[in-house]
């Protein structure tokens, strides 16, 4: 049977639905404007270019090509077409503005630009469930699909097997593994279910195995890598087969650093943790441009905010609290109050769900996050970053060091207002939350880049518009 291996299924998706809105949008125009007849031939405005972006940039932005958006189909089904309505209205807006930015564009007329706007969401929306749908049904035929050979079947194999369970890229892992007596016992767990994919080959032959179940990929995994033949791992890879480690592989598949079994010569040899003067002059540019902009179109929420606080009870509107940035250094961040006056007089505690601190109109800012634009602020005048780690409490850092290895490395960059951590684990208020977190901040700081804030900064609109866990 025709399988497709080596990719994720996010990737297959994304690729699915560039291919349908590429063929569909010279169709499209061809409606609005009969004269066209090829795609050579679409105007070279907003329009020849700004709906297939917008809505791919949405989609991506909304988490479409996310796991969980694979996994939950018809959740992501309902929301296909909020998201497509969201991209072909950018598209309308920035075709009518054109002729400001670009004194000799001209921007189609009213009627027409109805008319391409009701095309194209009627054929993207059309495009995306087609996409989806055929993207369930490879997973269901176990088409898309990936086999991995895992060495070692003890604890850190079950950790693998199940972090790829609940978070890998694919939804469809063959997993085989290979277990050797000298590298430690068989965790019971993986007996369980399914029989038989536990090998034990004389010789620690891992080729000969690796050819068996036509292995995607050979991940070292063992409790105990003591003694291990690396020629045998040699052979596979001149045979093609690639070798990754543990933790490199967990790394590149889940997007965060396994603390529970990272190994500190590991972090130290591999790549990554570099900040060189351009990337710290792209990142202040980043941050001075974005910030700007975003508080300018926010201006109204914050105002809005500031009314409704008054409106509400006396006291000050905004909130000052100590919080720590880049290597250690204490700020004062600016908040939108959403507690109650003197809600910490006997001291500072974990925000906590269903917190009776918070006011009527604090929940609402919190759930809705215009309680955090005023850090805008902070960011233009340099405490902070548009992208990094969350900022904490002084104490919360002091005592969050004390019983969690490499917190303080979280501090290499300047936190942020939003971050890979934000956007991919909910808001958390005890000291596992927070070692779930680092385990996320640390692989934003290791893989620091300008174009990794910019994927942060876009998915970032997908836990505003469908926010969980805010406290």
């Not at 045998?232 to 592989?249: I, N, T």
């Amino acid at each position: 049977m025709m399988r497709l291996s080596r990719t994720t299924t996010g990737t297959v998706l994304f690729g699915l639905d560039a291919l349908f809105v590429l063929a569909v949008w010279p169709v499209v125009m061809v409606f609005t404007e009969p004269g066209l007849l090829s795609l050579s031939a679409l105007p070279m405005d907003a329009r020849g270019f700004s709906y297939p972006l917008f809505d791919l940039l949405l989609l991506f932005a909304m988490g479409l090509y996310r796991r969980e958006a694979v996994v939950e189909f018809g959740r992501s089904l309902t929301r296909v077409p909020l998201v497509v309505g969201m991209g072909a209205a950018l598209a309308v807006l920035l075709s009518l503005i054109q002729p400001v930015l670009i004194p000799q564009g001209t921007a189609p007329g009213g009627q027409n630009q109805a008319v391409l706007f009701a095309l194209a969401f009627t054929a993207f929306t059309a495009c995306a469930f087609a996409a989806r749908v055929a993207v369930d049904l490879l997973v269901r035929r176990h088409i898309l699909s990936r086999r991995l050979l895992i060495i070692g079947a003890g604890q850190r194999a079950w950790d693998l097997v199940l972090m790829l369970g609940r978070e890998g890229s694919s939804l469809n892992d063959e997993v085989a593994l290979l277990h050797d007596p000298e590298h430690g016992e068989i965790d019971p767990r993986l007996l369980e279910n399914p029989p038989g994919r536990i090998h034990s080959p004389a010789g620690f032959d891992v080729l000969s195995i690796a050819r068996m179940v036509a292995a995607d990929v050979i991940i070292v995994a063992p409790d105990d890598r003591r003694g291990m033949n690396l020629e045998r791992l040699l052979e596979c890879k001149r045979a093609g087969f690639p070798v990754v480690q543990y933790l490199s592989f967990v790394e590149k598949e889940i997007r965060r650093i396994d603390l529970k079994r990272m190994d500190l010569g590991w972090l130290i040899y591999s790549g990554g943790f570099t900040f060189g003067a351009l990337d710290r002059f792209l990142k202040r540019a980043f941050d001075l441009v974005v910030s700007s902009i975003v508080l300018l179109l926010t201006a109204p929420l914050i105002l809005g905010g500031m009314i409704a606080i008054r409106w509400e009870g006396p006291g000050s509107v905004f909130y000052w609290q100590e919080r720590v940035t880049l290597d250690g250094r204490v700020f004062w961040i600016m908040k939108l109050r959403t507690m109650r006056v003197n809600a910490e007089a006997k001291g500072a505690v974990w925000a906590m769900e269903k917190d009776n601190r918070i006011t009527k109109a604090g929940a609402f800012l919190r759930r809705t996050r215009i309680d955090e634009l005023p850090q805008l602020v902070n960011i233009l005048r340099g405490d902070m970053s548009f992208v990094g780690p969350r900022p904490e409490r002084p104490m919360f850092v002091a005592e969050l060091a004390e019983k969690i290895p490499l917190y303080n490395e979280r501090h290499m960059v300047k936190a942020g207002l939003t971050g890979w951590a934000q956007i991919n684990y909910p808001y958390g208020a005890s000291i596992d939350d927070a070692r779930s977190k680092l385990s996320y901040d640390l692989y934003y700081v290791k893989n620091f880049s300008i174009l990794f804030d910019f994927v942060i900064l876009l998915q970032t609109l997908r836990v505003v518009l469908w926010p969980s866990g805010v406290r």
